[in-house]
């Protein structure tokens, strides 16, 4: 700021000493043209914003002219009379420390939820005792705190494992079904039944109807478990809302197979993603985008959509590759050359597919 303001006091300094050989014309012209300027400038700017050294220098200069021609200028006595106050202020003011007991540190709190993160079986009496054997002096009700704010429930609650964990865990022999609807051109309402399985997100579609009526929901079923029948890895889990479709009869079917029906929580959509997300990917890609007439040509329509689905849409799941080719890894192609690029059409142009030949 110091030498700030005497960079400032010299410049204007060599100012004043080229004004004092100028002529009284050229002066009297120059400072109108400056009162001009500094008027249209107050137009615009309601308050200029003054440093430190812009506020000396104005309060310096104030000083040379008789108090009835600072009447015009930005620089007021009160102005003056404020810049001193803030000064004294400034000066009497001392920085005061945060109140409290001083915070925990950063490291020690990320050590403190990894811990938790890893052993969901752990109180934070627990990790305390953990805590003390690599010589990190905390307080118990400190690693309470912590677990507290970052929202980690105590340990007999976070002690199972989280609907991610689950599925991730349990893929393998994991599949999930969900019913939709789909409105034709006279309005007719038609239901579909689909079903995916997590590990490969291979997609079935197990039928079509208007009326699903407990005795078709049960022989889907039936049809579909003579399908798994012969996999190898069977189905240990299915995944199914809370939906009056899915009767009694139709959990029993998969349950003479082996296979456990895990029933969502009330509204919520996101115990079965999976499934939810993809009934999206049909509207969107396939339905949203075709009128469709009735039952059989909903049906050829699902079905030329789930071969596309199966056999060519690539999933970010699967490293970008189809569910029916999923371990199957492509040459790689350094410089793709467009004359070799070829397009299929499916569904009347609907979908393309490309790939680039021999």
């Known amino acids: 700021m110091t030498l700030s303001f005497l960079y400032l006091a010299f410049c204007r300094a060599l100012q004043l000493i080229r004004l004092v050989g100028r002529s009284d014309t050229d002066l009297a012209v120059e400072i109108v043209m400056l009162r001009h300027e500094v008027a249209v400038l107050r137009r615009q700017v309601h308050r200029p914003a003054l440093k430190p050294a812009d506020r000396a220098v104005l309060a310096g200069l104030s000083r040379l002219l008789p108090r009835r021609r600072l009447g015009h200028l930005c620089v007021q006595p009160t102005t003056l009379l404020r810049w001193h106050r803030d000064l004294v202020a400034k000066r009497w003011t001392y920085p005061h420390g945060r109140p409290g007991r001083p915070p925990i540190a950063e490291g020690t709190t990320a050590v403190v939820l990894r811990l938790a993160k890893e052993n969901p079986n752990w109180g934070y009496r627990r990790i305390h005792g953990e805590l003390a054997t690599m010589g990190i002096a905390i307080a118990p009700s400190s690693v309470w705190a912590i677990l507290k704010r970052h929202g980690i429930e105590p340990s007999p609650r976070r002690s199972g494992p989280t609907w991610a964990e689950f599925l991730a865990a349990q893929a393998k022999g994991l599949m999930a079904c969900d ?4 409105d034709t051109v006279l309005l007719r309402r038609l239901y579909v039944l689909v079903f995916i399985h997590h590990d490969t997100r291979r997609v079935r579609i197990a039928g079509v109807t208007s009326n699903p009526v407990a005795s078709w929901v049960t022989q889907q079923a039936r049809n579909l478990s003579t399908e798994l029948a012969e996999q190898t890895n069977p189905v240990k ?25 895990i029933k969502t929580p009330i509204r919520a959509p996101r115990a079965n993603a999976i499934c939810e997300r993809l009934i999206g990917t ?4 396939c339905l949203d985008r075709t009128l469709i007439l009735g039952r059989r040509h909903l049906q050829a329509v699902l079905a030329e959509y789930v071969e596309h689905y199966n056999a060519h849409r690539p999933h970010r799941s699967l490293s970008q590759r189809p569910p029916a080719d999923s371990d199957a890894t492509p040459p790689t192609i350094g410089d793709a050359d467009a004359a070799r690029l070829r397009r299929s059409d499916r569904l009347g142009g609907l979908i393309h597919e490309y790939r680039i030949a021999a």
């Open 179 to 182: 019913f939709f609807h789909v």
């Open 237 to 261: 889990f299915l995944i199914r809302d809370r939906d009056t479709k899915f009767t009694s009869s139709f959990d029993a079917v998969f349950a003479a197979e082996g296979t456990r029906v």
């Open 282 to 285: 049909i509207r969107r890609e």
